[in-house]
């Protein structure tokens, strides 16, 4: 059975820090692109980063450019989110996901997490 499972979520303070962490069994983790996503209510699920199986390049939504970093861990199956300068904005349930190898990274994934709200108040 795949499962995704998302920590480290919780109430900050705007302009403070925030890391969330997502742990990944049941798939050869390797050869899966690994992505983050978030949702407020009433809103449509919106991309916020990606890394590939390689790891040699990351991907980022405009709206979190210079203040969030994703990166990965092949060894422990695991894949982090990094968010600093938080803004009210950025209040959402965080969802990672996993697929195959794919050259696109912001669309098309089968595997998802449960989410971990992160709430940033101002």
């Known amino acids: 059975q795949v499962q995704l499972v998302e920590s480290g979520g919780g109430l900050v303070q705007a302009g403070g820090s925030l890391r969330l962490s997502c742990a990944v069994s049941?798939?050869?983790?390797?050869?899966?692109?690994m992505g983050w996503f978030r949702r407020t209510p009433g809103k449509e699920r919106e991309f916020v980063a990606a890394?590939?199986?390689?790891?040699?390049?990351?991907y980022y939504a405009d709206s979190v450019k210079g203040r969030f970093t994703i990166s990965r861990d092949n060894g422990k199956n695991t894949v982090d989110l990094q968010m600093n300068s938080l803004k009210p904005e950025d209040t959402a349930v965080y969802y990672c996901?996993?697929?195959?190898?794919?050259?696109?990274?912001?669309?098309?994934?089968?595997?998802w997490g449960q989410g971990t709200q992160v709430t940033v108040s101002s």
């Open positions: 996901a996993a697929k195959y190898l794919s050259l696109t990274v912001a669309a098309d994934y089968p595997y």
């Open positions: 049941g798939l050869a983790f390797s050869r899966y692109t």
């Open positions: 890394i590939p199986w390689s790891g040699t390049n990351t």
